[in-house]
């Protein structure tokens, strides 16, 4: 193995996982149990969920996240007014952290995240030289992470025909940037999410962040490392 020059990862660094909501109160459940799972399977402590609510009506978070096993440092909700703004909400994540020195990554709902991503994020997040953007593996709709790795209760209940489709049905998210992680003195060398131009519409605001830092932070010879982690799946 070769370290390059200047690019030092830091095995402690302390990762906020940022994550904007509007009901949906299943996948909400899922995710802090991933978290949750992640915790208990690495013991890492120096991991957040900060979870930014635009008051959620079909469940209680804060009720979930104290009812899990994660402790109380680990994980953060912050509530915003008005309706729901992808790009708003993680800013306003990104905010909450404080210290230049720590990470934030942004991700979506509907993913099944592995426990090792956390040592992936740390390596491939170098702080004002490269972030990280892990490639996931988009589901077709009804088909979970058990029938892609295609295990021998899976082909018991499924038909031959299905059962051999539903091993490669998806595909490689091979265009979106809705998981970034970056060094909070990062976030800040590029000016964050594009709250005001992205607001309510639907998509872009990852390639504007994208955009911006593959052009403003010093050393960008080494762009967004995009990787295919082969157990990060997201599911509909």
């Known amino acids: 193995m070769c370290s390059i020059k200047g690019h030092q990862w830091n ?10 909501v509007k009901d949906g109160a299943a996948w909400i459940k899922y995710l802090v149990d991933n978290i949750e799972d992640i915790y208990l399977n ?20 804060q009720e979930i996240l104290e009812a899990s096993k994660l402790k109380p440092q680990m994980y953060k909700l912050l509530t915003l007014e008005g309706n729901f703004e992808r790009a708003r909400g993680l800013q306003a994540g990104i905010d909450w952290v404080i210290d230049p020195n720590e990470i934030v990554m942004t991700i979506d709902l509907h993913l099944d995240i ?4 956390l040592q992936s994020i740390r390596k491939h997040t170098i702080q004002g030289r490269m972030g990280y953007t892990p490639e996931v593996f ?28 539903c091993v490669y049905i998806g595909v490689w998210e091979l265009k979106g940037y809705g998981l970034m992680s970056l060094y909070k003195s990062d976030w800040v060398a590029i000016g964050g999410e594009n709250v005001e131009e992205y607001g309510e519409v639907w998509g872009g605001e990852d390639w504007d962040c994208m955009d911006r830092y593959s052009t403003s932070i010093h050393s960008f010879s080494h762009p967004l490392a995009g990787q295919r982690h082969s157990s990060i799946y997201q599911s509909y």
Do not use: Q, Y
Request: net charge negative; hydrophobic share 45%; with cysteine.
């Open 11 to 20: 095995p402690g660094s302390r990762i906020n996982i940022v994550i904007a």
């Open 42 to 61: 690495t013991g890492d402590e120096n991991l957040v969920l900060v979870i930014v609510d635009f008051h959620s009506t079909d469940l209680d978070i």
């Open 114 to 117: 592995p426990s090792g991503i």
């Open 138 to 165: 988009r589901l077709e709709a009804g088909f979970s992470k058990s029938f892609m790795r295609g295990t021998l209760s899976d082909m018991l209940v499924c038909s031959l025909t299905f059962a051999l489709l």
